[in-house]
């Protein structure tokens, strides 16, 4: 397995909004170097907030279909099937949104 970070932008507000924007990507490659087919459970955690000012969203869009998200735990898991020899590629988005002014307590 090899994570790769795809891109982390730090995004200020825009002209009517006050929300700031930290944005990542992570790319997860999966090989399967075994001599049967395998399924595996694969999950990566995002962040979690417990600060009602900050909200984390998983990027649905981008991220690799068929995942479950636990908005609770920050955990993004789904079950694998891969074939012997075979890769598959995991693409997980993630955006935290706060405010401008928010400064850390």
């Known amino acids: 397995m090899d994570r790769v970070d795809l891109k982390e932008l730090d ?10 924007k930290l944005e ?19 999950r990566e955690s995002i ?3 417990k600060d009602e ?4 969203e998983l990027t649905e869009s981008e991220t690799t279909r ?3 998200f636990d908005a609770v735990r920050g955990f ?13 590629v995991v693409d997980l988005v993630d955006v935290v949104k706060l405010r401008d002014d928010w400064r850390m307590p």
């Open 11 to 20: 995004r200020s507000p825009g002209f009517l909004s006050s929300t700031k």
């Open 24 to 42: 990542q990507a992570y790319r997860v490659k999966l090989e399967n170097r075994v001599s049967d087919a395998v399924r595996m459970e694969a």
């Open 66 to 68: 068929g995942y479950r």
């Open 47 to 49: 962040p979690v907030s």
């Open 76 to 88: 993004v898991s789904g079950q694998i099937d891969l074939p012997r020899g075979a890769e598959k």
């Open 53 to 56: 000012a900050i909200r984390v």
